[in-house]
DNA sequence: GTTTAGATCAACT
DNA sequence: GTTGATCTAAACG
């Protein structure tokens, strides 16, 4: 599909509501996540609205995109700055919507979280996606994954509740200033922000 | 044209 | 000292 052409342009109302996304990333806060013998909370994350917003992968679409087009509840991983980060697809299929796990709290497993991190202080295990995906043992290798199946990879149910904030994601240039940010309160495994240098006033 | 590996540097600790 | 929905260039189909 061309980058300007088809679905991006349907109204709201065909497409749903693009709030869904972040509706859908605020329950996956509290929620536990175990992969490759690891369990954590889930305490930061970022919505990425799909092919309705310039931030998100999906808002090209392309072979290694297509994963947020398919069904909710598979992962989609890619690399930066030779880490790896890990995204729960969300849907519905046509906005190719995802959330980015940023930060989690180990609470299982630690022995082997320490084992693939280092000596880090223990609320930096899986503090930033890049030190999350390589604390829970996430690769490429993992592209495609139904969280909702495990056994590897599952998502549980939620621990803890307490009401999230939000602000502006990450890192992203485009779209800067879209509060899809969203983390639990007090809780020190939740990366600071930064807003990206070239990023529009 | 797309994906991947390997960097960069401003903002963080 | 760390980190990273950035950025570029080389390696793919």
């Known amino acids: 599909m061309q980058p300007n052409g088809g679905l991006r342009y349907l109204s709201l109302a065909t497409l749903g509501d693009v709030n869904d996304v972040v509706a859908r990333a605020q329950d996956l806060l509290g929620r536990t996540f175990r992969a490759h013998g690891v369990t954590a909370v889930i305490t930061e994350v970022e919505a990425y609205g799909g092919i309705t917003d310039p931030a998100s992968h999906a808002f090209v679409r392309t072979p290694r995109s297509e994963i947020m087009y398919g069904p909710s509840g598979r992962l989609y991983v890619?690399?930066?700055?030779?880490?790896?980060?890990?995204?729960?697809?969300?849907?519905?299929?046509e906005v190719a919507a995802a959330v980015l796990l940023r930060g989690a709290r180990i609470i299982d497993g630690l022995d082997l979280a320490?084992?693939?991190?280092?000596?880090?202080?223990?609320?930096?295990l899986a503090r930033g996606p890049g030190n999350l995906a390589k604390a829970l043992g996430i690769t490429m290798a993992d592209r495609g994954s139904d969280v909702t199946a495990g056994p590897a990879i599952i998502l549980g149910e939620r621990a803890i509740g307490p009401e999230p904030l939000a602000g502006p994601r990450v890192g992203v240039r485009r779209a800067a200033d879209r509060p899809?940010?969203?983390?639990?309160?007090d809780e020190p495994s939740v990366s600071a922000y930064r807003r990206h240098p070239r990023a529009e006033p």
């Open 78 to 93: 890619y690399r930066i700055h030779g880490h790896h980060a890990a995204n729960i697809v969300t849907g519905p299929q």
């Open 114 to 124: 320490y084992q693939r991190r280092g000596v880090v202080p223990e609320h930096q």
């Open 180 to 185: 899809w940010r969203l983390w639990l309160p």
